[in-house]
């Protein structure tokens, strides 16, 4: 078994080495769709394989690079900086690695600042619906434009 990111991977040989995924294969592997994995093709985050026998086949590496493409997305890494992670796996540079995860967390810590300013206004609309005084109801009006 090989290990990636915290995951077993089955076995796979790599193509001319004997058996290989095809791409429904590699899609399952990663946990999405086959469509998913030809949009990252025409992104340049996986590579599109030649042909042989007219299937293409896929590898270790192949299932590597979707689960951490998947991952960085989770993350909430846009597909650019996704592709300059790859590109940095490649290279090993960690300070630029680095700052891509600190320019995340600034931006995800914003994201969560955004959502505590929202949840608090829903409560106090919430709250001022619940008093039961006369009119139409606050949360309503606050989104009437």
């Known amino acids: 078994m090989v290990r990636s990111q915290g995951v077993r991977l089955p076995p796979v040989s790599e193509p001319h ?19 998913t994995i030809r949009f990252y093709q025409r992104k340049g985050l996986l590579r599109t394989p030649a042909r042989g026998d007219g299937i293409r086949h896929y590898g270790r590496e192949d299932v590597r690079r979707l689960r951490f493409v998947r991952q960085a997305q989770t993350a909430g890494f846009t597909l ?50 619940g008093e039961g005084s006369i009119g139409p109801c606050p949360i309503l009006t606050s989104f009437d434009v």
């Not at 080495?17 to 469509?35: C, K, N, R």
């Not at 600034?106 to 409560?123: F, M, P, S, T, V």
């Open 80 to 129: 650019e900086e996704i592709r300059e992670l790859l590109d940095l796996d490649a290279s090993e540079d960690r300070s630029r690695a680095r700052e891509l995860a600190k320019a995340r967390i600034e931006a995800l810590d914003a994201k969560i600042a955004d959502l505590h300013r929202a949840r608090d206004a829903l409560r106090r609309l919430a709250r001022k619906c």
């Open 17 to 35: 080495g004997g058996q290989s995924l095809t791409i429904g294969e590699l899609a399952a592997a990663g946990g999405v769709g086959v469509e």
